[in-house]
């Protein structure tokens, strides 16, 4: 077995050299792509206030014009986006899974 065959074959699952640079950068692009995605979603999960309502807990619960207004708050828009970007990594990390197939990259 050639040496050069041996090494292409331990890099990637690809069978020649054009498809090993393809599958690195595919691969270069969704790893980059769902860090991104999760650094939102780490962010926006840091910015979201608690559910909590501290000391009022105790006593009752008291209405706010935030709690009538939830779906217009600040707060559901950003558990919204937080929703979101947490789908977007779900789906780039599926397809990430997929193309690490290497009948994929095979000719």
Do not use: H
């Amino acid at each position: 077995m050639d040496v050069l065959t041996l090494i292409n074959s331990l890099l990637a699952p690809a069978s020649n050299w054009s498809s090993y640079y393809t599958y690195r950068a595919v691969s270069f692009v969704f790893i980059a792509l769902m860090f991104v995605a999760a650094v939102a979603a780490i962010i926006l999960v840091m910015l979201t206030p608690g559910n909590s309502n501290g000391i009022d807990a105790l006593s009752g619960s008291s209405e706010t014009f935030y709690g009538k207004n939830k779906g217009k708050s600040t707060e559901a828009k950003l558990k919204m986006w937080t929703y979101i970007c947490l789908g977007v990594l779900a789906v780039f990390a599926i397809v990430f899974f997929v193309l690490q197939i290497s009948s994929i990259w095979t000719i």
